[in-house]
């Protein structure tokens, strides 16, 4: 037997056709068994803006995409991706090369603790022999990960490769095609109350209920009734049949007394899909006025109380989807008071500034012209907040994604690289300043799909703190937060061959808008805005 013949017996028997590498040595085995095996590669050298392209794709295709590297802190660079798949519950199979046992703790270098490394945030973790003399156990490790991705939840997972020297001796005829091993796609599956009412064994006779969705995991479920209050979050990928609800409870947050006065907005039944939320208001309004009873519909024994209702767990299998609701009469003045709520915030909401050069106006008119089909990537801090404040007409064919599990600006423009990759739609990432910055790495690389424009909305610094509650009280220290800068994107998109188009007021902000839009090709658009006016905009929609 050889390293080889024995690596190539571990990839042939993964599922996926597509995988993210980091170049190394260590790692050569599996380089050259992806690429003889057929798989498309993507060679990427920042560990860090490969994990967050992975993810991208893995997102996009809801299929695993496997990310490879060679030993040392590679491996550690990778960690960040693989805690927002692990809570975003996105598949991946992360292979990492290692020094054998003998090499660990014994000052060689690129050798540290590897095995298990990234235990507290996986879904599974396996560790091939470290001699090369039974193919038959590297096929048996990855039978077992195929078995843990069709029965576990998605997320990432982890198998550690230790190798030993020589691993350079191989030639084409180690490698053969790839097995063909099948993940299961994601069926949509529609329940009415009536069903979920029977398979909870609670009458929702004259109850006030909720449906809540919240960021897409995947699972297809989806509740559909004609009297429930139904609100989703912009990361579901589903319908509200309420306006501006977000906007609306935010707005609250800043009132004494805010979410007192919306307690006949509180359901007595409330039932959720998916995972998490953008929205901080309707946290508040659950949180304080709890549900008499909290269903949350999943596949899976993994569940966030994020309202603190302790959510009971019902299993979709069990719930018998051919009910219909025409068997119970829940309480319809529900509704009607969240829409005539929502109505008159809105008519308030209606009498911002619009047409001023600030953040919130920005979003607000790229939101509106946001072509049909064109998938809409978010990053964290405000640009998510102000999508989910505004896009409330979301059309069905606009698909959102954001890196919502564990919610970090890191990664933001690699995720939506690496959608952007594995797609022919176009890609829009509105992002910050910091975020694009931070993530730069995501355009070094030879694969810039043409596909992608990213706005930047540039404040020159963490403009979040500036208008969010309690950093006013740190005093000069805020500048230590804040990031105060005075940087540009441009001299940063002509070193990676991007097209720029800026704009510091809105006159220039219109023009540029529709030459970057109607631009055949990637391109950035970066619209340089001063902290008072969007300080100002922010102030004005908080005291609504």
Sequence with gaps: MSVQSCIKALIQNLPGDTAVISPGSRNAPILFALNHLKINCYSIIDERSAGFMALGMAKHTRQPVILNCTSGTASLNYYPAIAEAFYARVPLIVITADRPPEQIDAWDGQAIRQKNVYRNHIRGEFQTPDSFDDESAFTA?????????????PGPFHINVPIREPFYDMSPSDTSSNTEVNFPSVSKIDFSLSSIAARANVSFDHKKVLVFNGMDDGEGITITSDKAVILSDITSSKQSNVSFWDAMLFSS???????????VLSPDILITTGTTTVSKGLKHLLKIHKPEAHFHITNYDEVGDMFGSQPQLLNPSEIQSSL??????????????????TVLFQSKFSQLDWLGYHEFSIVNFILEKLKSGTILHLSNSMPVRYASFLMNDKRADNTVFANRGTSGIDGCTSTALGNALVTDKNVLLITGDLAFFYDIN?????????????????N???????????????GESRKLQSTPHFLNASALCTHFGITHFAAKDIGSFRSCYYQFEAY???????????????????????NL
């Design 253 to 263: 947050l800043s009132k004494q007394g805010g979410m007192d006065a919306l307690k």
């Design 141 to 153: 490790i990855a039978q077992q990960v195929v078995k843990c991705l069709q029965s576990e939840i």
């Design 460 to 474: 020159r610094g963490g403009g979040i703190f500036n208008l969010i509650k309690g950093p006013e009280n740190i």
């Design 324 to 341: 219909s609701d025409s068997a119970i009469s829940i309480e319809g003045s529900y509704l009607t008071a969240w829409k005539n709520m």
């Design 520 to 542: 055949k090709g990637a391109a950035v658009l970066e619209l340089t805005t001063r902290e008072e006016e969007n300080q100002k905009a922010f102030d004005e929609f908080m």
């Design 442 to 458: 995501a355009f070094f690389n030879q694969h810039l799909p043409q596909n992608l424009k990213v706005i930047i909305l540039n």
